[in-house]
């Protein structure tokens, strides 16, 4: 009675989370914390798939490293966790370890446990993601333990689909206020140092990284610094970037993203030292291009190791475009600005002339000999 009372209750509060549409690693915490508690397991964890398909990426976790969120990963049908959700089927084994399907994660810290228990996270059809628990000790897995996972699964899913959809809308409405927060500051008569050290203040937070900086094409082959967010003045008056040298030169030269996982152990990366001191781990470098000529780079770090997905890669190449576009206009008003000023300096100059021969004309024939 006591274990049946739990479970309503675990229930109640998944079906909360699906009706209050709950932040999607507040809904992740919540299922896999009363889950363990209900089923009395020493370990729950939720992977969800990744864009792409392919991917098992863990979400939440109450008995593996924390520190493994967001990194460990398997692929689709590897490990127990990993088959339930490729055949969309339960599967629990008392020795998982010695189980051929079983994946070993180190980052997850998961050596002390012995069963497994893992079941497929199925919405509308479609998969999204794998539930499993773990016991420390040799648990042989029962049909109504079996059976009462596979439902808060099928709950969970609902859930958590319903969250992901509330933070992408979350997630866009932010991109899209930043972008129009940047339109405006872009179109504003600021001058054109003010207006870019804006936007990497502004990218920074869009992505969140820990630091941004933007470099622009000068003397048409070197990357200069013009404005940096979160780094130190040793790095803003670092020294100018070759074109088609290191990350940022190949990435200006052949006019595409790049993403580098550590820059302190890429070959490719040109101060590595720098990094280090700067306390910076993974870059996401998009060029400036507007009007089909790439005019500088924007770059992005995080302190840790982090992927960057195809969304992210996107967004940040919409702010580096909208900012290409930008600067090519703040010159082009600026030579207009300095081509009228010409202009009107000449056509005072002729005028003054003007005015001098048609005195020394007006003088000239009538005027008496010395």
Avoid at 244 to 272: F, H, I, K, S
Avoid at 321 to 347: D, F, G, S, Y
Wanted: proline share 4%; aromatic share 4%.
């Amino acid at each position: 009675l006591h274990l049946f009372a739990d479970t309503r209750r675990a229930l109640r509060e998944i079906g909360r989370a699906i009706n209050a549409a709950l932040e999607l690693q507040a809904t992740l915490e919540l299922i896999t914390r009363r889950t363990a508690e209900v089923i009395g397991m020493d370990s729950c964890s939720i992977y969800l798939l990744d864009d792409d398909g392919d991917y098992l990426v863990l979400g939440a976790t109450t008995g593996l490293s924390k520190e493994a969120i967001g990194e460990a990963r398997l692929k689709l049908g590897e490990g127990l966790t990993g088959w339930a959700a490729e055949q969309e089927e339960a599967v629990g084994v008392a020795d998982a370890a010695h189980d051929p399907r079983f994946k070993h994660l180190p980052e997850t810290r998961e050596s002390i446990f012995q069963s497994l228990l893992a079941v497929p996270l199925v919405n509308q059809g479609r998969v999204i993601g794998a539930m499993n628990v773990q016991t420390e000790r040799h648990h042989e897995y029962e049909d109504d333990e079996v059976e009462l996972l596979a439902l808060i699964g099928d709950l969970a899913a609902g859930a958590l689909e319903k969250a992901m959809l509330h933070d992408q809308m979350q997630r866009q409405i932010e991109e899209l206020s930043t972008l129009a927060e940047v339109s405006e500051a872009i179109t504003s008569p600021l001058y054109l140092d003010e207006m870019l050290d804006l936007v990497v203040e502004m990218a920074a937070h869009l992505m969140p990284v820990k630091a941004t900086s933007l470099m622009l094409l000068e003397d048409g082959d070197q990357l200069v610094r013009h404005a940096v967010h979160g780094l130190s003045d040793a790095y803003r008056n670092g020294p100018a970037v070759l074109l088609g040298e290191g990350v940022t030169g190949c990435v200006a030269e052949e006019a595409r993203p790049a993403v580098v996982r550590d820059v302190r152990g890429d070959a490719r990366y040109l101060y590595p030292e720098l990094a280090e001191e700067e306390g910076l781990c993974s870059l996401l470098s998009v060029p400036l291009q507007g009007r089909e000529r790439v005019i500088g780079v924007l770059n992005g770090y995080t302190g840790e190791p982090r992927s960057f997905d195809p969304q992210e890669v996107e967004l940040f190449t919409t702010l580096a475009n909208q900012t290409a576009l930008a600067i090519e206009n703040a010159r082009l008003v600026v030579n207009t600005a300095v081509v009228r000023e010409m202009h009107h300096r000449v056509k005072n100059n002729l005028q003054t002339i003007a005015m001098l021969l048609r005195l020394q004309m007006s003088d000239g024939p009538d005027r008496p000999a010395a």
